[in-house]
């Protein structure tokens, strides 16, 4: 079952909601059990996070490396059965102080009523 654009918001409100949180148990409320998350930061890093361990692991390490983080230009679209969301995203690195700005893109697929999967792919502005 593909969930209709308005689910498809609500989907993604707790999903934030659960991940800017850290909370796995309402993460997985909303994903399927397989849910794979492949992220690329548009530098160098290239990773396939898959179960909560994996998912848990990278929130700490973006936590350890980076001192902020924050989102602007949110913007999703929903188009046949994939959204997609665009954003910028501000970003200062812990330990040198260096300021990044990157353009983004991810892309969502679904399952069961779920999101099934997440594509992340960030380019250096």
Same mark, same amino acid.
Do not use: K, N
């Given at each position: 079952m593909i969930p209709s654009p308005t689910e498809r918001d609500e989907l993604f409100k707790r999903f934030a909601r659960a991940l800017f949180r850290g909370d796995?148990?309402?993460l997985? !409320?909303?994903v399927t059990?397989?849910?794979l998350w492949s992220f690329h930061d548009g530098l160098a890093v290239t990773k396939?996070? !898959?179960g909560p361990d994996a998912i848990v692991a990278h929130l700490d390490e973006q936590k350890a490396l980076l001192s902020a983080q924050h989102f602007h230009d949110v913007a999703f679209h929903?188009?046949?059965d994939t959204s997609f969301m665009t954003f910028r995203?501000?970003?200062t690195v812990?330990?040198?102080g260096e300021q990044r700005e990157q353009l983004g893109i991810e892309r969502y697929s679904f399952g069961d009523g779920r999101l099934g999967a997440k594509d992340?792919?960030?380019k250096p502005l």
């Open positions: 796995m148990d309402a997985y !409320q909303v059990p397989g849910f396939s996070l !898959q929903h188009a046949g995203v501000s970003e812990r330990e040198t992340v792919y960030r």
